[in-house]
Each structure stands twice: as structure tokens, then as C-alpha cells.
């Protein structure tokens, strides 16, 4: 493929992109430890990204489409380099949680790029396989950021995950600056709140589009209350060691690559995506719902993290295809957007609420009680949508 280059810098861009989502949760007991951090600051820290990048998502998409997508993933290369190097080189918790904030502006600028560009840089086949390729960088990350987070402070020093993001956004800025082809301005449209209002206001004149992003919301609200404080659970039991949830963390991420790969596989025993949804709810509640009754066993935590990731892994994708399949071509940028900023509200919000939460109770039950309330209410949401069958989705 002679545009090697261009699908290196977009798989770089999007590991960038889910791995920062995905280490810091691990990492939290470290940079307590480190910086002597208490509840409060670990709250903030937890927020500080999501918080700004769900205004940049809904907001940075006609500023992209006004001066240039290229322009735009080298400054947000530029920014994350910022980020990551100058959180390596700080002794205060305060400023891990400002440069947090920070990132919040930058990261979403690949996000929101990486795959236009795709489409407007590879042709025909190559742009199928180029898709593919870079929305595998996802699962890779996750595989990576879960047990690296694990593990720094402990075996290797805590800031090395920043470090890895700073090198890798240096080499994404080498090769967006040699091989990115960089444009003019592509339309001249003002940019104002009438606009913003007209792009956004699809969303609540249709019922399902709206129901399907208040189920995906709080779907993933509901992930985050648990995920946030489950390595911190696991280690405070005494029994499980740093190594062993890093391994956990390897297996439930090559599930998560293989839940990708498979749902189609699936999909077959069921006679519309909306019907697995709902079994796949019902699957995670019933997998969360046990965990706090086993904190020292390894082998039963890691078959039901196991399931609940499997289960996350072909929840969103699911939903993905039957809610881009309710609006039309112009329409889908502008719901990427939204849907991205649903994601960064509900991390924000479940990663508050699941530190609060495991802080008042240690056992674990409370964060695993409002995640089944909260699918629960998911499972009430998608109940009052009506859908075509997978297949016909698909097709």
C-alpha cells in the first residue's frame, strides 16, 4: 500500500486516543501513593479529562470542517505532547489534574479527525481496510493500557504511561508533518449558535436517535462506576497481587479483540441487534452483580470481568449500527460528535460516582448496585425502540 505512512500516523493517532481513555484507572493507586493523594484529588483527576473533552466533541466539529482537518490533528499532536511531557515532570497532584484538563482540548482533536480523514485519503478497498486497521488500534490499546496502568509504581515507574504517549504523539507529529496533505479552508459558513442549534437539533425531533443515546449514556455511566475503583477493590483485599490483575487485564483485553471480531458470529442467534442488546444487559448485570462476593478469588474475578468486558465490547458496536442507520450521511459527523461527548459526560460522571461511592462503602456492593440500576434503567430505554433486523442494519 503506497499510503503505508498515512494508516501508521492514523493507527498511532487512534491508540493515542483509547489509550489515554483506558490507563488511568489502574494507574490511580499509584499516583495516590506517589503523591499523597486523598479521595478529593483523585475525584478531580478522574474527571478532568472527559469533563473538557465533552465540550470540545460538541463543539469542535464545524471549527475542523472550517480550517482543516490536517491543521487540526497536528495541533491536537502538539498539544497532547504538552500534556504528557509536562505531567512526566511535576511533583504536585495539582498539576497532573491541570494538564488532565488540558488534554481534554487536545485528544478529541484526533478523535474527531482520524477517520474523515481516512475517507478522504484512501479509495475503494483501501479505504475499508485502512477503517478496519485503525479501529483495531482500540482493542490494542486496551490490551496495553489496562495492564502498563497496573503495574506502574510498582515494577516500573508510575509516569512511564505518560511517557509512552509523549513518544508516541512525537512520532504521530514526524509523520503528520512529512506525509499529511495539508489543505485550505474548506468552506467559508459562519460559525454561530444558530448553526450549532440547527446541526444538533436532529437528535431530539427523533425519538429513537434520542433514546439511543440516553441508553448509550447511561450504559456507559454505569461501566465507569465500576471500572473506576475495581483495580483499587482488588488490590485493598490483600490476596490479589499488582502482577496477577495485570494478567487479568491481558485476558480480558484479548477478549475484548475477539468480542470485535465476533459479533457477527453472534449476531445469527438473534432476530434484530436491539434483541441481543437487551441479552447482553441482562448478561453484564447478572456477571457484576457477583463480583463483590468473591474479592480474593482470581479465577472467579477474572471469568466474570471477563464476561462484562466481552459484554461491553459488543454492546457499543451494536448500538452503533442501528443509530447511524436513523440519520442520513449529513447528518453522521455531527452525531459522531454527540455521541462522543455522551461517552466523555458518562466517564465523568460514573468515575466521580464510582469513587464516591466505593469511598463511603469499600465492599464493593454500592458501585456494583447502582451498575444494575443503571442498565436496568438501559434496558427500560431500549425497550421503547422499534428496529429493523441485523441484517437488513447491516446490509
Known sequence: MKKKPLLILFFIGYFIVNFNLSFLYPLLPSIKQHFSGNEKDLALLLAA???IAL????FLGPFIDKFGKEKFYIIGTLGCMFCFVGTVFINDIKWVIIFRFLSGMFVPMLGATIFPLIVENFEGKEKLFASGVVQGAASVAQLIALPIGVIS???????????????????????????LKFKHTEHSDKINLASYITSYKFVFMQKPVFLYISSYTLYGFAVFIVFSMYPLWLLSSGRITNHQIAL???ITGIID??????INYFSKFFSSSLKFMRTLIIISIVSVAFVPFFPTNLIAQVV????????????????????????????????NGLMNASFQLATSCG????????YYSTSFILNTAIFCLSVTLCLLVLTGIKTKSLEELIN
Do not use: Q
Not at 55 to 58: A, E, G, R, T, V
Not at 319 to 333: P, T
Not at 351 to 358: D, H, P, R
Open 153 to 179: 509504581g510498582d515494577t516500573i515507574p508510575w509516569h512511564i504511561p505518560f511517557t509512552t504517549l509523549f513518544s508516541l504523539s512525537l512520532i504521530s507529529l514526524a509523520i503528520g508533518i512529512l506525509f
Open 257 to 262: 479483540l475477539l468480542a470485535s471480531v465476533s
Open 55 to 58: 465540550f470540545s466533541n460538541l
Open 351 to 358: 468515575g466521580i460516582v464510582g469513587t464516591w461511592l466505593y
Open 49 to 51: 479529562f472527559p469533563t
Open 248 to 250: 487479568m487485564f491481558i
Open 304 to 335: 466474570l470481568f471477563s464476561t462484562f468486558t466481552w459484554v461491553r465490547a459488543c454492546f457499543s458496536p451494536l448500538l452503533f449500527v442501528e443509530i447511524y442507520s436513523l440519520v442520513s450521511k449529513n447528518e453522521r459527523s455531527t452525531l
